[in-house]
């Protein structure tokens, strides 16, 4: 919960931020920028080195330089310095959220990583209802640097939590070489696999057809939907929900379902959605249920499969768990900002535009899930 806290909780103060500082919102705008693109990058670097020296180790370090660099947020004197701490805090978020799926395959398996993922997708769903609310009750009683005390305590309790319960899950016998030769080894035999590339590319799909109305959110509320900001809950209420639905969903399947059997639910519900989506696009009044009502059913179709996903994306690679978790989130990431900065833009200014591109991407990631059917079955039955 520490990366969606880390974005969504100080957004209420920007605007806060912009006037003491003197900083245009522009500049400001890229502290979310710029935390993003370092969170990013720096999973492809957390994979190996967890792989290399423990997942223990990893979070422990990279949590003490979320604290320090959110205690930097929270005295900075003018937006440079607020820049550059966000960098840091960007540069060290992303590595409980790689190694935490690492952890989860090293100490489960079967039934049991599905339970645990869907539990981690339930409260990654949770985070971002819950941040800007937090963050808007600080900064209305303490101003917006009490959000940075905050984000700072919250690294301490995740220090503390780590380093008091949770034991190491990589043993000495598996730990891989930390040698850049043998981690750029790692990668690109890691990107030659064709059916972990499938897999993670399916997953951006997925979430890309539901991130474009996150990102398109502005333009869907006010321009098409007639909301003001005060009414920016009615939409993001609902996907929360829509996503946590489907993550206890994919809990209680778990043991029922295989996980092959499992993202085929979730597709059924994908596409069932986006095609009613785009009926309703083209032929009814652009009403919040019949815009927004389809979309939450995909978040649970979506967040019922990507558990499922994910644990069949690291199956790939046993041995380098932390490597194949750091490349399933740069993949999404990255895919991510060209929803936001391509995708968006382009499709916002209709409804029935929105609903073209989340069927297309999903019907990509559909494709993809078929092909790695047909591979996976050569080699016997859907795992």
Known sequence: MVAPFSIDTYLPSLPDIAREFQASPLYLQQTLSAYLLAFGVMMLVYGPLSDAFGRRAVVLVSTVVYVLSSIGCAVAPDAHWL???????????????VVGRAVIRDAFAGAAAQRVMSHVMLMFALAPAVAPVIGGWLHDAYGWRSVFWFLTLLGIATWIGVAWRLPETLPPVGRQSAHPRAIAAAYLHALRNARFNILITAIALNFGGF????????????????????????LFIPLVAGLMAGAFLSGRMAGRFTHARAVAVGYALMLSAAAV????????????????????????????AM???????????????GLAAALQGFAQTTFNAVVAGAFAPALSARVDGLAGGMLAMNLAGFALWLIWCHRASADGPLP
């Open 211 to 234: 991130f474009l109305y996150i990102a398109a959110s502005p333009d869907l509320l006010y321009r098409q939907l007639g909301y003001d900001a005060q009414e920016f809950g009615r």
């Open 307 to 321: 558990p499922n996903l994910s644990l069949l994306a690291l199956e790939v690679f046993p041995l380098r768990r």
């Open 83 to 97: 820049l550059l701490m966000r960098i840091g805090q960007g540069l060290s978020a992303s590595g409980g959220l």
């Open 277 to 304: 989506n785009l009926v309703t696009a083209f032929f009814l009044p652009h009403t919040p249920v019949a815009v927004i009502a389809p979309v939450v059913l995909y978040a649970g179709g979506m967040s019922l």
